[in-house]
């Protein structure tokens, strides 16, 4: 890791640490029927969406979260699977999963990893550079993901929970959450 970008990352954990809210989780744990703590939320896609939920739960205290993706991991989403264009088409300046920390922006992260001039004469953002921002994103605000592993069937489950079931390279797992966000999908 390049030394601005640990510093970027420093930065960011400051950050974050400064504008904590709440500073307590605020939903009481709840068991599923397997005995287990379920989860407070299942986030079903590991693309800029989801991580970005991701975030947001963990920044409101809903820490009890997991998000999955069937891609292995830095395939999650079109940036380096489909998508043909070389850049994105959206401008550099436009905003996106950092929920208005200015550490976490792209510009930061670009910054740290290439410079201030480069960014000034950046016009759009070649989607790799994106990929391994959201990559980047996903590793410094600690949001839980699993990859290789794809929901198959969700269902209702006792006391209000739902039940997802999940192939992986393990097997065949079931989760139980009080709510499942579908993205990426």
């Known amino acids: 890791m390049s030394p601005a970008l640990a510093d970027l990352d420093e930065r960011v954990r400051a950050d974050l640490a400064s504008i904590a809210h709440p500073n307590a989780a605020w939903l009481e744990p709840k068991m599923g029927p397997d005995g287990q703590p379920a989860l407070d939320v299942l986030v079903v896609g590991a693309g800029q969406s989801g991580v970005a939920i991701g975030f947001g739960l963990l920044r409101s205290q809903v820490t009890n979260i997991l998000v999955l993706d069937k891609a292995e991991a830095g395939r999650e989403g079109p940036w ?28 930061s992260w670009h910054e740290a990893m290439f410079g201030k001039e480069h960014w000034q004469g950046l016009d759009r953002i070649p989607r790799q550079h994106w990929a391994d921002y959201l990559m980047w994103f996903r590793r410094v605000t600690g949001v839980p993901v ?13 006391d209000g929970l739902l039940a997802a079931t999940v192939q992986g390279a393990g097997g065949v797992e079931i989760f139980y959450a009080r709510k499942i966000v579908l993205v990426d999908l």
Do not use: W
């Open 146 to 158: 699993r990859n290789g592993c794809e929901v198959v069937e969700i269902t209702p489950a006792a």
């Open 80 to 107: 380096l699977t489909y998508a043909r264009m070389p850049t994105l088409r959206s401008p550099k300046h436009f905003t996106g999963p950092d929920l208005d920390i200015p550490s976490l922006t792209y510009q």
